[in-house]
């Protein structure tokens, strides 16, 4: 099956800096991708849709002045955590669809990114 | 995107069937039924999807009656390894793909 990775697995930073995270679609081209957080012991929540080369779409609540997505090309999309506090550390995950499988409607996750910020 | 309903939490032993129902009243027509299976501090991932009737494939079988408002992932002799949090979704991915997460099912599997 398509693979999406994400870099870092795991970060630490400083409260008020910005971290960066990576989510590639290794072997198959993707023009939406989502991300996600999670917080221990709880589901997976849709922070923002990453549409390449526009602006992404954020889920209600969600600030696009903090988590800033990036998705210049078909196989890279970005989020930023920038000006990070304590209460933004959780389990950040990417997906992307894989539109080229025809007949299934399947999304394709990354392992996640742990982030500390302390 | 169709609201889910799964049971919080089920038990079970090593060797046993164990079936996980998902009651999804407001399914849409064009919609598809997707079970995930999730690790602690993994991504999710992809176990089954089905439309009507029944699916199965090499891990598990998923069910779904012909009013398609609920459905049931059944995995047979689930092994320690089975112990996981198992998400149900229904959507219509055609048009975007975007996910909803539900709580899901925190499967345990005891010795």
């Known amino acids: 099956g398509a693979v999406v990775s994400q870099h870092p697995s795991w970060v630490?930073?400083?409260?008020?800096?910005?971290?960066?995270?990576?989510?590639?679609?290794?072997?198959?081209?993707?023009t939406t991708m989502f991300w996600y957080r999670q917080f221990p012991k709880q589901s997976l929540m849709l922070m923002a849709t990453s549409n390449e080369g526009s602006k992404?779409?954020?889920?209600?609540?969600?600030?696009?002045?903090?988590?800033?997505?990036?998705?210049?090309?078909?196989?890279?999309?970005?989020l930023t955590v920038t000006s990070a506090?304590?209460?933004?550390?959780?389990?950040?995950?990417?997906?992307?669809?894989?539109?080229?499988?025809?007949?299934?409607?399947?999304?394709?996750?990354?392992?996640?990114?742990?982030?500390?910020?302390? | 995107?169709?609201?889910?309903?799964?049971?919080?939490?089920?038990?079970?032993?090593?060797?046993?069937?164990?079936?996980?129902?998902?009651?999804?009243?407001?399914?849409?027509?064009?919609?598809?039924?997707?079970?995930?299976q999730q690790f602690p501090s993994q991504g999710p991932r992809f176990i089954i999807?089905?439309?009507?009737?029944?699916?199965?494939?090499e891990v598990a079988s998923l069910f779904i009656p012909a009013d398609r408002k609920s459905s049931t992932l059944s995995l047979p002799r689930v092994s320690l390894s089975d112990t996981a949090v198992y998400y149900c979704l229904v959507g219509d991915w055609g048009g975007g793909f975007k996910t909803i997460f539900g709580a899901g099912t925190r499967l345990f599997v005891k010795a």
């Open chain 1, 56 to 78: 992404a779409t954020y889920e209600q609540g969600v600030e696009k002045d903090k988590f800033l997505i990036n998705h210049a090309s078909l196989t890279l999309s970005t």
């Open chain 2, 49 to 57: 999807q089905g439309y009507k009737t029944k699916v199965t494939n």
């Open chain 1, 12 to 30: 630490i930073c400083k409260s008020g800096t910005s971290v960066k995270i990576e989510c590639r679609s290794l072997d198959f081209q993707a």
């Open chain 2, 1 to 36: 995107l169709a609201k889910t309903t799964q049971p919080i939490s089920m038990d079970s032993y090593e060797g046993q069937e164990v079936n996980i129902t998902c009651s999804h009243n407001n399914i849409a027509t064009n919609d598809y039924i997707t079970w995930y």
């Open chain 1, 85 to 118: 506090h304590p209460e933004d550390s959780s389990f950040y995950i990417c997906s992307a669809p894989d539109p080229g499988l025809a007949g299934t409607y399947e999304q394709y996750f990354g392992p996640g990114t742990r982030l500390t910020v302390t």
